[in-house]
């Protein structure tokens, strides 16, 4: 079974700051596939980022960059430059390797972004 | 940009009546999945279609939760009779579910409350 935990409930930033955002996970699955998404306010849910366990290079997209330690089973965000618009609750999720395999999701980690 | 598209946003009801959810996917997407919100959580997968199939609905309340895909493209969920612990937001996704990178898009979701 897939387990993903994140132990921020809350977190806040500055805008124009940094932020990481932590979330570790098990899985005894040799193959998955790692993802951060997004949830604004009373807006649908958006993919950010996602991570091939099978690759070493971190991934990255534009402002949003991640921290994959295999080993520790660990899978951090980091926002770089922080804006307004990135308040939201973010969903650290993992799925097995397959296209049609269901996400298993954290408990979320609300993002404040400070002016 | 196409989108995943629910009705209704809100639905109150009071306990022991019957609710039904509709999801209209992103045309061409195979795989449906229902996921249910708690407040203050993660989705969690309640069922899984693949085309008018399910795949998984192991985490469906059988007894009074049933789902539905007909014709392999729009998707209802209902539950009969709806009980306080109900109240959740319930979200459809799509996807192709062809590749193990598969991004799942999600639609706004239906905030349930029971009364």
């Known amino acids: 079974a897939q387990t993903v935990t994140q132990s921020q409930p809350e977190m806040s930033v500055q805008e124009a700051e940094t932020v990481t955002l932590s979330c570790t996970y098990d899985?005894?699955?040799?193959?998955?596939?790692l993802f951060w998404y997004k949830q604004p306010p009373s807006r649908q849910m958006i993919l950010v980022i996602r991570?091939?366990?099978?690759?070493?290079q971190n991934a990255t997209e534009n402002r949003f960059s991640v921290n994959f330690q295999k080993a520790a089973k660990s899978f951090s965000l980091k926002i770089s430059d922080s804006q307004l618009g990135d308040a939201a609750m973010y969903f650290c999720?993992?799925?097995?390797?397959?296209?049609?395999?269901?996400?298993?999701f954290g408990k979320g980690t609300k993002l404040t972004v400070n002016p | 940009e196409a989108e995943v598209a629910q009705s209704p946003r809100y639905k109150i009801t009071e306990k022991s009546q019957a609710v039904a959810f509709w999801c209209d996917p992103i045309?061409?997407?195979?795989?449906l999945y229902w996921y249910r919100q708690i407040l203050g959580q993660g989705p969690e997968l309640l069922v899984q279609?693949?085309?008018?199939?399910?795949?998984?609905d192991s985490q469906l309340p059988k007894d009074r939760f049933s789902a539905e895909r007909l014709k392999g493209v729009d998707s209802t969920l209902k539950i009969q009779p709806a009980e306080l612990g109900d109240s959740a937001m319930y979200l459809c996704?799509?996807?192709?579910?062809?590749?193990?990178?598969?991004?799942?898009?999600f639609g706004p979701g239906t905030r349930l409350t029971v009364l």
């Open positions: 999720a993992s799925k097995k390797e397959g296209g049609s395999e269901k996400l298993v």
């Open positions: 899985t005894s699955e040799s193959d998955y596939y």
């Open positions: 991570q091939e366990a099978y690759k070493q």
């Open positions: 045309s061409g997407h195979a795989t």
């Open positions: 279609f693949q085309d008018e199939s399910v795949v998984d």
């Open positions: 996704a799509s996807g192709t579910g062809t590749l193990n990178t598969d991004t799942q898009y």
